[in-house]
């Protein structure tokens, strides 16, 4: 396949110019017939790479995906077919009538991809759907979220694990893996339970270059959360919690504030859930208030933030959590809230679950670390899953905007935190040495007379929850050590008696006091995203998207994605030429899509309805069509 064939595919059915990373190594191993596992982050275009192959492979035949998420395949089959691609699912939610449609065209060789679950494929009574395929000409077959097939991943599905009968039921057809999931034991489980042969082994970069990340000791959440939302009016967001009663409490705080704020956690009714889901799907809802059970089949791609208001148990939590913004590829940010109790509050809720293991601990104390981190944050992620970060500084974190303030006297400051703890005889939580550094006479405080202590009232000025920062910043230096156990004290380590003594060089960093009026709409990263974009346009734009969405019963990022929106906000085309210039505008949804966004772009200028009229008023595609 010559490389000019791919690069037309990809303008006209999708309206891109480049590859991502990866895409074209993935694409021509499935032209060779190659098995592959491909491992690239969210939103990093895996679909692309199954779909392709299916659409340029020269003697026609057929693709089959295999998706856990019923709701995705839906999303990604209309999607499909927006852009002229021949696609169908089958899958249980599918009328009878509609089902003998799929088989009819699946018969009659007239579509290139088909999405099925598992449990059709390899489930009970699969031998008679398995059957059908030599028939169909099927030439490979891709597993998305091929974790799913791992116990070592986060989401393992025992059905998976059927999907490895594939390979010696269909020796001739090529296999591949699609999974974001990064570490080294899920890839290499993958390999083995689907049997694959010397595959292609795909892995692409961790960092999402276009999320802003930020870590902030919650000092008081409500005020910390309004302020990421006055960023982001109008916009998209999730609100993570550790507690469904957070969730609530949130969720209705929001919405008496006057955002589309809807709750979502386990114990609510199911109904009800699949219910908001459905509203943030459809941009009815803007604000997600939820626990981690929000997550598997969020395809919104333009989620601009996500706000944990407490720690998560691990970096993998924080990473896919996290990673739920910004899919399409523009900034989006995300702010991490959290308090050295989260840590000690987690340890607990794990004890009483009988899940605190080694592992466990070792995780959150890894999470701990990032949090109260004193470096850049996608090095700091990056690292974590095991590659390196080549550029100097990421210009996407609040180190390295340089947010956080760096403390003048770091070293006389560290002294008397390191000493207060060694006065109270290394027996004491934070809580306490805090107390006694401010100057507070708790009943502990006088009882044990630490009022007396050189050291009692030295930092009386300070906020509490700075110095909570400055505690967890010379823990993570590791000078000081926070014991395990349902009471964690703070003990001095042995480079902390160094520092004491003066032995050692320190660096301690503060949060800025709040700067009222950001502005709307930027939280810096790619300053170019919103060059020369008109907004009011955007605005009405996007306002056209959702009627176009609502009737055609599809969610508004299969019209068009956020990334297609500012471009048309940006160039303002007026005739179809034009509108194929516009990121993400191939020829059919050019030619689907084009009159009625255009006729936006046109009230809006103020036009009348003249050059299209002039020009292609012979071949004008009818819009209801
Ligand atoms: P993943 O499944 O890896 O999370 P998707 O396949 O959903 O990611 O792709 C994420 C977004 O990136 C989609 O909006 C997709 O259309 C877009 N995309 C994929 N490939 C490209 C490309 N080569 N250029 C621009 N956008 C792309
Ligand atoms: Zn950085």
């Given at each position: 396949m010559n490389e000019s064939a791919l690069h037309d595919a990809l303008a006209r059915y999708w309206g891109y110019r480049e590859f991502r990373p990866l895409q074209r190594a993935a694409i021509e191993a499935n032209l060779d017939g190659r098995d592959s596992v491909v491992v690239l982050p969210t939103g990093g275009g895996k679909s692309l790479c199954f779909q392709m192959p299916a659409l340029v492979r020269p003697n026609d035949g057929l693709g089959l995906v295999v998706s856990p998420l019923v709701s995705l395949m839906k999303d990604q089959v209309d999607g499909l077919v927006a852009s002229g691609v021949a696609a169908a699912a089958l899958n249980s939610s599918l009328t009878p009538a509609e089902r003998r449609e799929v088989y009819a065209d699946l018969d009659a060789g007239r579509c290139r991809l088909l999405y099925v679950t598992p449990e059709r494929l390899v489930g009970e009574g699969g031998e008679a759907f398995r059957a059908r395929l030599h028939g169909w000409g099927v030439r490979f077959v891709a597993v998305d979220e091929a974790h799913c097939i791992s116990q070592w991943g986060h989401e393992f599905r025992p059905e998976f694990r059927r999907l490895g009968r594939l390979r010696n039921e269909f020796p001739e057809l090529s296999i591949h893996a699609f999974t974001a999931t990064a570490t080294r034991q899920v890839r290499d489980d993958i390999v083995t339970q689907l049997a694959l042969r010397d595959p292609e082994v795909l892995v692409g970069s961790f960092d999402r270059p276009n999320l802003v990340y930020r870590v902030l000791a919650r000092t008081g959440l409500k005020d910390q959360i309004r302020r990421v939302l006055e960023r982001h009016q109008g916009e998209a967001g999730i609100i993570y919690c550790v507690s469904r009663k957070e969730v609530e409490k949130l969720a209705s705080w929001l919405d008496g504030l006057g955002h589309h704020a809807l709750p979502y956690h386990a114990g609510l009714p199911d109904e009800m859930r699949r219910r908001h889901q459905e509203a943030f799907l459809e941009e009815r809802a803007d604000v997600m208030v939820a626990t981690v059970a929000f997550g598997m089949g969020i395809d919104r791609s333009n989620i601009r933030y996500v706000i944990h208001a407490g720690s998560p148990r691990s970096v993998e939590h924080y990473q896919q959590e996290s990673g739920r913004a910004g899919r399409d590829g523009l900034e989006a940010e995300c702010v991490l809230l959290y308090s050295g109790g989260d840590f000690a509050k987690w340890r607990q809720m794990l004890e009483q679950s009988g899940?605190?293991?080694?592992?466990?601990?070792?995780?959150?104390?890894?999470?701990?670390?990032?949090?109260?981190?004193?470096?850049?944050?996608?090095?700091?992620?990056?690292?974590?899953?095991?590659?390196?970060?080549?550029?100097?500084?990421?210009?996407?974190?609040?180190?390295?905007?340089?947010?956080?303030?760096?403390?003048?006297?770091?070293?006389?400051?560290?002294?008397?935190?390191?000493?207060?703890?060694?006065?109270?005889?290394?027996?004491?939580?934070?809580?306490?040495?805090?107390?006694?550094?401010?100057?507070?006479?708790?009943?502990?405080?006088?009882?044990?007379?630490?009022?007396?202590?050189?050291?009692?009232?030295?930092?009386?000025?300070?906020?509490?929850?700075?110095?909570?920062?400055?505690?967890?910043?010379?823990?993570?230096?590791?000078?000081?050590?926070?014991?395990?156990?349902?009471?964690?004290?703070?003990?001095?380590?042995?480079?902390?008696?160094?520092?004491?003594?003066?032995?050692?060089?320190?660096?301690?960093?503060?949060?800025?006091?709040?700067?009222?009026?950001?502005?709307?709409?930027?939280?810096?990263?790619?300053?170019?995203?919103?060059?020369?974009?008109?907004?009011?346009?955007?605005?009405?734009?996007?306002?056209?998207?959702?009627?176009?969405?609502?009737?055609?019963?599809?969610?508004?990022?299969?019209?068009?994605?956020?990334?297609?929106?500012?471009?048309?906000?940006?160039?303002?085309?007026?005739?179809?030429?034009?509108?194929?210039?516009?990121?993400?505008?191939?020829?059919?949804?050019?030619?689907?899509?084009?009159?009625?966004?255009?006729?936006?772009?046109?009230?809006?200028?103020?036009?009348?309805?003249?050059?299209?009229?002039?020009?292609?008023?012979?071949?004008?595609?009818?819009?209801?069509?």
């Open positions: 899940e605190l293991s080694e592992n466990a601990r070792r995780l959150l104390r890894d999470m701990e670390r990032y949090a109260a981190g004193t470096r850049c944050r996608h090095r700091v992620l990056l690292e974590y899953f095991g590659q390196t970060d080549e550029r100097p500084a990421c210009n996407a974190c609040d180190w390295c905007l340089k947010e956080l303030e760096r403390v003048d006297d770091a070293v006389t400051l560290a002294q008397k935190i390191l000493s207060t703890v060694v006065r109270v005889g290394q027996s004491w939580g934070v809580g306490h040495v805090i107390d006694v550094l401010r100057g507070r006479t708790t009943d502990q405080v006088t009882t044990r007379r630490h009022q007396e202590l050189s050291t009692f009232g030295l930092l009386a000025d300070v906020p509490i929850a700075e110095l909570r920062g400055y505690v967890d910043q010379l823990t993570e230096q590791q000078l000081l050590l926070r014991t395990d156990g349902p009471y964690p004290v703070l003990q001095l380590t042995d480079d902390g008696a160094a520092a004491l003594k003066g032995l050692a060089t320190i660096e301690l960093y503060r949060q800025p006091r709040p700067v009222p009026g950001q502005r709307k709409r930027k939280p810096t990263g790619d300053p170019a995203a919103w060059d020369g974009v008109d907004q009011d346009l955007f605005d009405a734009l996007r306002q056209c998207r959702i009627e176009v969405s609502r009737a055609r019963g599809v969610p508004p990022y299969v019209v068009f994605h956020d990334n297609t929106l500012r471009d048309l906000a940006r160039r303002r085309p007026t005739t179809l030429p034009e509108l194929l210039e516009v990121y993400g505008i191939g020829a059919r949804k050019a030619e689907d899509l084009g009159p009625i966004f255009l006729e936006v772009i046109r009230d809006y200028r103020g036009e009348p309805d003249t050059e299209m009229a002039e020009e292609d008023q012979s071949n004008r595609p009818d819009p209801e069509a």
